[in-house]
Nanobody, 129 residues
Framework: QLQLVESGGGLVQPGGSLRLSCAAS????????IGWFRQAPGKEREGISC???????????YYADSVKGRFTISRDNAENTVYLQMNTLKPEDTAVYYC???????????????????WGQGTQVTVSS
């Protein structure tokens, strides 16, 4: 059973930066695509960035248009951790951010479809002056 724990959320001013972490315990992440999703009040959960491995069937990354050029996803398989570096934050980035893991899946399918076999509990990100 894979368990995911997010951290790094908080309050930041517009234009600021945050780095979210998703730490996994349990089996190795080698065969899992990992994604970051967010849900703002009154909105559906949105897949914003996903990253795979060769073993998970897709060694690439995916970014939603809303975050492209501002957010960077990375993974440290040795540490079983995935990161989301968020720069140039905007008020519309305010949401609860979740990480998810899905076994052997293309990253675009995971993000665009909001697909995950396991979810973390979420971390709040608030962008406000």
């Amino acid at each position: 059973q894979l368990q995911l724990v997010e951290s790094g959320g908080g309050l930041v001013q517009p234009g600021g930066s945050l780095r979210l972490s998703c730490a996994a315990s349990g089996p190795s992440l080698d065969y899992y695509a990992i994604g970051w999703f967010r849900q703002a009040p009154g909105k559906e959960r949105e897949g914003i960035s996903c990253i795979g491995t060769i073993s998970s069937g897709d060694g690439g990354t995916y970014y939603a248009d809303s975050v492209k050029g501002r957010f960077t996803i990375s993974r440290d398989n040795a540490e079983n951790t995935v990161y989301l570096q968020m720069n140039t934050l905007k008020p519309e980035d305010t949401a609860v951010y979740y990480c998810g893991a899905r076994f052997i899946t293309p990253v675009q399918d995971m993000c665009a479809g909001g697909l995950a076999d396991y979810w973390g509990q979420g971390t709040q990100v608030t962008v406000s002056s």
